[in-house]
């Protein structure tokens, strides 16, 4: 079977949709090939990099993406993770499912050093679980693989 292909967009592919690309990819596995884009690139935020560190992923090299490097790609899933992707997603000439998810821009958290941490594990967490339920409910076979 061929593996499902996802896109995760959000608005600069900065913080949100890069979390949630190596979740999914880890959840998933061979099942999907994942992707992520924003309406604008504004590379990888540093806090997003931390944070996936302290749950021992490494997206320090992931690149920044802008969705129209992927136009010629036959999604089966779009995942908008904020609301801003989902009002300004381009049409995409395809199947795809499309599901939006909105989380709270951990980029925009305001305070201390440990404040604004606080925020993003926040982020990360919820996007975690939605990234574990996502490939439960969406890509894994009869077993549950």
Not at 107 to 125: P, Q, T, Y
């Amino acid at each position: 079977m061929e593996p499902k292909k996802v896109l995760v967009l959000c608005t600069g592919n900065s913080c949100r949709s890069q979390m949630a690309e190596a979740y999914l990819r880890i959840y998933a596995g061979k099942v999907a090939e994942i992707f992520s884009a924003g309406i604008e690139s504004h590379g990888l935020n540093a806090y997003a990099v931390q944070i996936m560190k302290e749950d021992k992923i490494d997206i320090s090299n992931q690149s920044s993406n802008k969705v129209d490097e992927y136009q010629n790609i036959d999604f089966d899933y779009i995942i908008t993770v904020c609301d801003h992707a989902e009002i300004h997603c381009p049409v995409f000439p395809s199947k795809a499912i499309k599901i939006h998810q909105n989380f709270k821009d951990p980029a925009k958290a305001k305070g201390s050093e440990i404040e604004i941490l606080a925020e993003f594990l926040k982020v990360r967490n919820q996007i975690k679980d939605f990234c574990k339920e996502f490939v439960l409910m969406n890509l894994a076979d009869e077993d549950g693989r």
